[in-house]
């Protein structure tokens, strides 16, 4: 079987007791290619060819067809192959027309001051595609319609990364301007509070019937009674606890806030040191919580996080510079949008608060 190729992943239109993070999923060539060609060349159509128009930058135009292409590329990376709510798609379809917009103002004056393409990172790239599909006979029959193409988005995408570090290059904050930063963000450089836990859990599969929670939450109440009464937490986790932990005595050790499901969260946010809890009924059974330990949050004094502070604020400035950037390029050239295929922003109104735009 021939190895399927997609290409790099520049289609982004911008971005138990642990929680995992959700896995990406890349779009497939022919819709990836359809987002690629559509930004490059949007910029350079012209009105005589676009028939529908979703939107008219200055004299450039946007096809309908094109925006048709980038909002499908863009759903299916966002919602896969679910059903999104209206209110979600109704917002996806307004960011994606932005972002065509915002493709087409940037091009320009990204040639306007006569910004390259690096060509050195943009070959690495295509030798790095030959390199891996040197086998598929897929690519090999269709790289001489691929490449071109391939080549220009890539030449666009690199453009566009020098134009936005140019923006974005701010000069480094001083010593006043890191203080202040430190003194209106003390949250972020402030430990947050550890509780150092232990637990001795009573497992319960979620779909026992219910006279099997009840023995099990009595069983608890007995093994509170028992540690309230002097028992030895270590040994009744060793005996009781169904959670690995009970190896070592029921020691979670230290965590901090959104570590631990709510109710036990809430459990141990009522106990000093030392204390019980009651039975807490937790998603895979029954738990019993001692505190062992409460370290309060802790503000780092700014000597220790100076270079965080800088870095955090360079980083904040640059990010308003590239905002207040693009704003201004919106600001200086007309722009009009098609909006009646747009879903209406009711739904997403009655959660946000936002009123929909006038027609």
Do not use: C
Request: charged share 25%; hydrophobic share 40%.
């Amino acid at each position: 079987m021939n190895q399927p190729f997609t290409l790099p992943d520049t289609s982004s239109l911008a971005g138990g007791w642990r929680r995992r993070p959700a896995r990406a999923v890349g779009a497939r060539i022919g819709v990836a290619l359809a987002l690629g060609w559509l930004l490059l060349f949007a910029a350079e159509a012209s009105a005589a060819d676009a028939a529908p128009v979703f939107a008219r930058v200055g004299d450039a135009v946007i096809t309908q067809k094109e925006y048709d292409n980038a909002f499908a590329v863009a759903s299916r990376a966002k919602f896969y192959h679910g059903k999104p709510p209206e209110a979600e798609v109704a917002k996806l379809q307004r960011e994606v027309g932005d972002a065509l917009i915002n493709d087409v103002l940037l091009v320009r004056e990204a040639r306007r001051r006569k910004v390259q393409p690096d060509a050195a990172a943009v070959k690495k790239q295509i030798d790095a595609y030959e390199a891996r599909y040197a086998k598929s006979e897929t690519w090999q029959k269709n790289k001489a319609t691929l490449l071109p193409p391939l080549k220009k988005k890539l030449e666009h995408d690199s453009m566009l990364e020098r134009l936005q570090a140019a923006v974005k290059k701010v000069p480094e904050p001083g010593a006043a301007q890191v203080q202040a930063y430190y003194e209106q963000h003390k949250d972020k450089f402030t430990e947050p509070e550890q509780v150092r836990v232990s637990m001795i859990l009573l497992k319960v599969d979620p779909s026992s019937p219910q006279a099997k929670w009840n023995a099990t939450i009595e069983e608890a109440g007995t093994i509170v009674r028992r540690l309230r009464g002097g028992a030895d937490f270590a040994e009744l986790a060793r005996l009781h606890s169904n959670d690995a932990s009970g190896a070592k005595g029921g020691e979670l050790g230290y965590v901090h806030r959104g570590m631990m499901p709510d109710p036990a969260q809430v459990a141990v946010d009522k106990l000093q040191p030392g204390a019980i809890s009651d039975a807490v009924l937790l998603l895979e059974g029954v738990g019993v919580f001692r505190l062992d330990e409460r370290k309060p949050a802790k503000l780092n004094a700014l000597a220790a996080v100076s270079e965080r502070a800088q870095g955090l604020l360079m980083r904040e400035q640059s990010e308003q510079a590239w905002k207040t950037f693009v704003a201004r390029l919106r600001k200086d050239t007309k722009a009009s949008v098609d909006e009646s295929r747009y879903l209406p922003l009711a739904m997403a109104q009655s959660t946000t608060g936002a009123a929909p735009p006038r027609k």
